[in-house]
T-cell receptor, first 113, second 116 residues
Framework: DAGVTQSPTHLIKTRGQQVTLRCSPK?????VSWYQQALGQGPQFIFQ???????QRGNFPDRFSGHQFPNYSSELNVNALLLGDSALYLC????????????FGPGTRLTVT | AQKVTQAQTEISVVEKEDVTLDCVYE???????LFWYKQPPSGELVFLIR??????QNEISGRYSWNFQKSTSSFNFTITASQVVDSAVYFC?????????????FGTGTRLTVIP
């Protein structure tokens, strides 16, 4: 049983650019959450997708958007990148919307220069 | 508002010593869940335990044990006979289902270094 996968592993972008990160949840999991983890900090909740819709959102600007596909995989898009967007972006796979076990992927390390 | 505090930023112990990682939380909800996650250098968060607010029984799993005390809003994690493989950053997290959400609020983590 494959775990949560994320791509790419590392990414370097320039200020003002746009980036797309991808996540494939565990088999049978239909809910995906995204978290941002700045260096030396705990992960912060960005948003959650279920049934191809954004269901919950943390305190992040509209530059952060996402999408969920019919196969439950998800994308995180960040527009107009800022230096402060440099972080590890973690995807969490959840068995169902009302469930509380969250299984994390290895993350995508984004560096904005 | 919810908050999770891990006051210990970094801890170093010698192998085979016991170590306790502290976690204090704040929430207005009567129903909530508490979690501990381990983050090794690879970056992936590894789930260790979930505890709901109605279950104050302490739990032991091998060398790991957890002490949940609602009276002091604490959920501490003890590693007995620490090993080098325990070196990682450990996060305590809170979830508040009464808001209809199941997202996690994390503390800032405690970096544990076990010296051989």
């Amino acid at each position: 049983d494959a775990g949560v996968t994320q791509s790419p592993t590392h990414l370097i972008k320039t200020r003002g650019q746009q980036v797309t990160l991808r996540c494939s949840p565990k088999s049978g999991h239909d809910t995906v959450s995204w978290y941002q983890q700045a260096l030396g900090q705990g992960p912060q909740f960005i948003f959650q997708y279920y049934e191809e819709e954004e269901r919950q959102r943390g305190n992040f600007p509209d530059r952060f958007s996402g999408h969920q596909f019919p196969n439950y995989s998800s994308e995180l898009n960040v527009n107009a990148l800022l230096l402060g967007d440099s972080a590890l972006y973690l995807c969490a796979s959840i068995p169902g919307r009302g469930r509380y076990e969250q299984y994390f992927g290895p993350g995508t390390r984004l560096t904005v220069t | 508002a919810q908050k999770v505090t891990q006051a210990q930023t970094e801890i170093s112990v010698v192998e085979k010593e016991d170590v306790t990682l502290d976690c204090v939380y704040e929430t207005r909800d009567t129903t909530y869940y508490l979690f501990w996650y381990k983050q090794p250098p690879s970056g992936e968060l590894v789930f260790l335990i979930r505890r709901n607010s109605f279950d104050e029984q302490n739990e032991i799993s091998g060398r790991y044990s957890w002490n949940f005390q609602k009276s002091t809003s604490s959920f501490n994690f003890t590693i007995t006979a620490s090993q080098v493989v325990d070196s990682a950053v450990y996060f305590c997290a809170l979830s508040e289902p009464q808001t209809g959400a199941n997202n996690l609020f994390f503390g800032t983590g405690t970096r544990l270094t076990v010296i051989p």
